[in-house]
């Protein structure tokens, strides 16, 4: 490990020596990221004896280095470790069940790497190639279907492996290529780590690294921003996407969605909606057809005190019938994001384990009427408050396994949930938010089951 961390400084010292010699610019930073995390019946809303409550603290450090040669070429790297510790009673499960520990001392992985080149011989083109995140800029709408692309490690990272082509046809109009590929763990670039139950079949770890995707998958994305007016954004898109077989996935498959996003807005009024047709097949021959969208709209009350911007909208995503051969049910792809809330999104772990392993955040079988409300009630404070109402599109037929106490299989009725979030920026370099959500379950679930809890406090410093 010593070893390791000496390149990784020399890495960093070779590249600022680089960029000191040749480069523009050169803005090195980190950021330090505390969070205590607290689940009250999260995963099984109390029906079983293996999910205890859990109280954790997660501590991710990143280090990186932003450089710019020129105007047409610049690089980025950054480094991420995210150790956990657990109050308890949740203990993490080391070396094939013979130790336990409250202490995960994580990896340390090459977060970002990539490389910019801007209008090669003077076309209409960016392109950024190697390991890269789709946040913040390069953020591709709501982050519906393309989100985070490694679901195994949490909100620790975010990247894809992918190559991506920018073509920028007029002002306010241009289109993405991008290939992307993600292994199931990390054969691309080296990390540390303790290889915690290790060639377990369906552990967290696989061959002394963790695991960031149940299996092995492709993808290939076209997508279309058109910008016709300040009102109107519309913004077309086409992703391919191959799952392989694995010992969390018992078959591939081959997917195509075709989507269309946009946003209209009209003064203080807005309507923004997105919906997506999926088909393909698995690789057994069983075919896949399904639908998802969501549709809001809002006002932001500006001559209002603290500002308030009401949001009323709702989400469809188709589930699997039962009594068919196909697969209707929707497919998030590589969103893997909170998208209505977060709560939820751990709950529905026990429904897509066959599909997608043990990672929360695959969206499918969901109706949602959800409301909204943000408010500033002072400088640098954001308030949002959300109830969200939420059924399934079809019912469940779990009765066998760990989790067979936890559904009705009858009714379609996932409850409803409420939602309180706060995000203080204190200044430049330190902001802080707190999250609070209560789930009251419904008639698709059993009559064991209880309310849920979550709440995740955060304090982030940035250099």
Same mark, same amino acid.
């Given at each position: 490990?010593?070893?390791?961390?000496?390149?990784?400084?020399?890495? +960093?010292? @070779?590249?600022?020596?680089?960029?000191?010699?040749?480069? $523009?610019?050169?803005?090195? =930073? &980190?950021? !330090? #990221? *505390?969070?205590?995390?607290?689940?009250?019946?999260?995963?099984?809303?109390?029906?079983?004896?293996?999910?205890?409550?859990?109280?954790? +603290?997660? @501590?991710?450090?990143?280090?990186?280095?932003?450089?710019? $040669?020129?105007?047409?070429? =610049? &690089?980025? !790297? #950054? *480094?991420?470790?995210?150790?956990?510790?657990?109050?308890?009673?949740?203990?993490?499960?080391?070396?094939?069940?013979?130790?336990?520990?409250?202490?995960?001392?994580?990896?340390?992985?090459?977060?970002?790497?990539?490389?910019?080149?801007?209008?090669?011989?003077?076309?209409?083109?960016?392109?950024?190639?190697?390991?890269?995140?789709?946040?913040?800029?390069?953020?591709?709408?709501?982050?519906?279907?393309?989100?985070?692309?490694?679901?195994?490690?949490?909100?620790?990272?975010?990247?894809?492996?992918?190559?991506?082509?920018?073509?920028?046809?007029?002002?306010?109009?241009?289109?993405?290529?991008?290939?992307?590929?993600?292994?199931?763990?990390?054969?691309?670039?080296?990390?540390?780590?303790?290889?915690?139950?290790?060639?377990?079949?369906?552990?967290?770890?696989?061959?002394?690294?963790?695991?960031?995707?149940?299996?092995?998958?492709?993808?290939?994305?076209?997508?279309?921003?058109?910008?016709?007016?300040?009102?109107?954004?519309?913004?077309?898109?086409?992703?391919?996407?191959?799952?392989?077989?694995?010992?969390?996935?018992?078959?591939?498959?081959?997917?195509?969605?075709?989507?269309?996003?946009?946003?209209?807005?009209?003064?203080?009024?807005?309507?923004?909606?997105?919906?997506?047709?999926?088909?393909?097949?698995?690789?057994?021959?069983?075919?896949?057809?399904?639908?998802?969208?969501?549709?809001?709209?809002?006002?932001?009350?500006?001559?209002?005190?603290?500002?308030?911007?009401?949001?009323?909208?709702?989400?469809?995503?188709?589930?699997?019938?039962?009594?068919?051969?196909?697969?209707?049910?929707?497919?998030?792809?590589?969103?893997?994001?909170?998208?209505?809330?977060?709560?939820?999104?751990?709950?529905?772990?026990?429904?897509?384990?066959?599909?997608?392993?043990?990672?929360?955040?695959?969206?499918?079988?969901?109706?949602?009427?959800?409301?909204?409300?943000?408010?500033?009630?002072?400088?640098?404070?954001?308030?949002?408050?959300?109830?969200?109402?939420?059924?399934?599109?079809?019912?469940?037929?779990?009765?066998?396994?760990?989790?067979?106490?936890?559904?009705?299989?009858?009714?379609?009725?996932?409850?409803?949930?409420?939602?309180?979030?706060?995000?203080?920026?204190?200044?430049?370099?330190?902001?802080?938010?707190?999250?609070?959500?209560?789930?009251?379950?419904?008639?698709?679930?059993?009559?064991?089951?209880?309310?849920?809890?979550?709440?995740?406090?955060?304090?982030?410093?940035?250099?």
């Amino acid at each position: 490990m010593r070893k390791f961390i000496w390149l990784i400084l020399m890495l +960093f010292l @070779f590249l600022d020596l680089f960029s000191f010699c040749y480069a $523009f610019t050169n803005e090195p =930073g &980190a950021a !330090i #990221r *505390l969070r205590q995390e607290i689940w009250d019946k999260v995963i099984d809303l109390g029906t079983t004896e293996t999910q205890p409550e859990r109280n954790f +603290f997660r @501590f991710r450090l990143q280090l990186w280095d932003n450089m710019k $040669f020129n105007d047409n070429f =610049g &690089a980025y !790297i #950054r *480094l991420t470790t995210e150790p956990k510790y657990n109050n308890g009673p949740y203990e993490l499960t080391l070396d094939r069940g013979t130790n336990r520990k409250n202490f995960d001392q994580d990896e340390l992985v090459i977060d970002n790497l990539y490389v910019d080149i801007n209008k090669p011989f003077d076309l209409p083109v960016s392109l950024r190639i190697g390991r890269q995140d789709f946040l913040g800029s390069e953020f591709y709408g709501e982050g519906f279907l393309i989100y985070d692309g490694t679901p195994g490690d949490g909100t620790k990272t975010f990247y894809f492996n992918a190559i991506r082509a920018r073509i920028f046809i007029t002002k306010g109009h241009s289109v993405d290529l991008v290939y992307m590929s993600l292994p199931k763990t990390d054969i691309y670039l080296p990390s540390i780590h303790p290889a915690y139950y290790d060639k377990d079949p369906g552990g967290l770890y696989k061959d002394h690294k963790k695991r960031i995707a149940a299996s092995d998958e492709q993808g290939f994305w076209i997508y279309g921003r058109h910008k016709f007016s300040e009102s109107i954004l519309i913004e077309p898109y086409y992703i391919y996407k191959t799952k392989d077989e694995s010992d969390m996935i018992p078959v591939g498959s081959h997917l195509n969605t075709f989507g269309l996003r946009a946003v209209f807005t009209l003064g203080d009024n807005f309507i923004k909606g997105e919906i997506a047709k999926q088909f393909g097949e698995y690789k057994n021959g069983n075919d896949i057809s399904a639908l998802g969208g969501y549709l809001y709209i809002g006002r932001t009350f500006k001559n209002c005190p603290w500002t308030p911007t009401l949001e009323i909208g709702g989400a469809y995503l188709s589930g699997d019938k039962p009594n068919t051969k196909k697969d209707e049910g929707f497919d998030s792809l590589f969103s893997w994001a909170p998208q209505w809330n977060e709560l939820l999104l751990y709950t529905y772990l026990p429904e897509t384990l066959s599909k997608v392993g043990p990672f929360p955040g695959f969206w499918t079988n969901q109706i949602a009427l959800i409301t909204k409300v943000k408010f500033v009630p002072i400088k640098d404070l954001n308030i949002t408050l959300s109830y969200q109402h939420l059924w399934a599109d079809e019912k469940t037929n779990i009765t066998t396994g760990t989790f067979r106490n936890m559904f009705s299989n009858n009714g379609r009725d996932r409850g409803d949930l409420w939602m309180f979030v706060a995000k203080y920026k204190f200044n430049e370099k330190i902001d802080g938010f707190f999250q609070l959500e209560h789930l009251l379950p419904g008639n698709f679930y059993s009559d064991k089951a209880r309310n849920a809890t979550f709440m995740r406090i955060q304090l982030q410093y940035k250099i």
